[in-house]
């Protein structure tokens, strides 16, 4: 637990803050009892620690009397945390399950600068701030990833299972990024004491959320023209193989009509009298059903 007196910030162990001291408590676990502990020690209605749910799909805010109770979901690696955040008057809470990266980050540096706990809400606001900037850099990646899949498509490979699992990670995204931005909202609208009267901090957090679901939406906008790019590829190379096997099929028809009205029995023909004439004729059929194959498969047709 950081506690914050005047300009001095400490490290201690928990307990419940007093007169003018602010507090920041990291809970890592949401078992019951240690939940339970938490709420014991800082007064909290048990009503309020029943609440704390890390098994919500969507991102939500809800007003508890002096309360604010929120759940917010922090990129990290490949997946979408769930982070439960309190926060009253004089403290914030910010319960989680996994290891988060930006909750321990934060910890290290507000131990060595006192300004970035100024206030628990402006300590919300570094929190929902920095995860923005984590939705953005997550977007970077994947804008990598979408130049990496176009080269590939370009060069007539197919990746249309690597580009609707791209498109659906983003939707994911894009579904959290917009409960966040109808949060930051509500809080840009909301008066806050500790604020003294000073412009609203959500505002610029509700522009960054803005801003990445903004470029979602363009790179959605671009695998969508990636997949309509790969059908159009593989319609003209059906287009190719069909022109070829027609043009096949054309000059082979005349051929194959003589043989067939003749029956191939004229006299003399010297191959019915030759020794080994039907195994002769057995392996050239299989050559040319050989080559063939390999036609089809050099051109990449199989």
């Not at 939705?135 to 299972?161: C, H, I």
């Not at 593989?234 to 005349?254: A, C, D, G, Q, V």
Request: net charge negative; proline share 4%; no cysteine.
């Amino acid at each position: 637990m950081i506690i914050k007196d005047g300009a001095q910030v400490q490290d201690t162990a928990l307990i419940r803050p007093s007169g003018s001291q602010q507090a920041w408590l990291d809970v890592p676990s949401d078992t019951a009892g240690e939940l339970q502990r938490m709420g014991e020690t800082l007064g909290l209605d048990a009503k309020i620690i029943d609440e704390i749910r890390l098994d919500g799909e969507r991102a939500q805010l809800q007003d508890r009397d002096e309360l604010l109770l929120m759940l917010i979901f922090i990129p990290e690696d490949e997946h979408l945390k769930p982070m439960f955040l309190i926060l009253g008057p004089n403290l914030l809470i910010t319960v989680h399950r996994d290891p988060i990266t930006l909750v321990s980050d934060l910890a290290k540096e507000v131990a060595k600068k006192a300004e970035l706990f100024d206030s628990p809400t402006y300590l919300l606001y570094e929190v929902l701030e920095r995860a923005a900037d984590l939705y953005l850099e997550r977007l970077d990646v994947a804008d990598a990833r979408f130049d990496d899949l176009e080269e590939a498509v370009l060069n007539g490979q197919d990746r249309a299972r690597e580009i609707f699992a791209l498109r659906h990670e983003l939707h994911r995204s894009r579904q959290v990024l917009a409960d966040l931005r109808r949060m930051a909202a509500r809080l840009s609208r909301r008066k806050f004491a500790s604020e003294g009267g000073e412009p609203n901090l959500f505002v610029d957090v509700y522009e960054g959320f803005y801003h990445v679901m903004d470029n979602i939406d363009s790179l959605r906008d671009n695998l969508t023209g990636l997949v309509d790019l790969q059908l159009n590829q593989r319609s003209t190379r059906l287009n190719e193989i069909m022109k070829f096997l027609t043009i096949f099929s054309t000059i082979f028809l005349p051929l194959s009509f003589i043989t067939g009205f003749l029956g191939m029995n004229l006299h003399p023909m010297p191959e019915l009298t030759a020794p080994y004439s039907q195994e002769f004729t057995m392996a050239l059929m299989g050559i040319v059903v050989l080559s063939m194959l390999y036609i089809f498969k050099r051109r990449k047709w199989m």
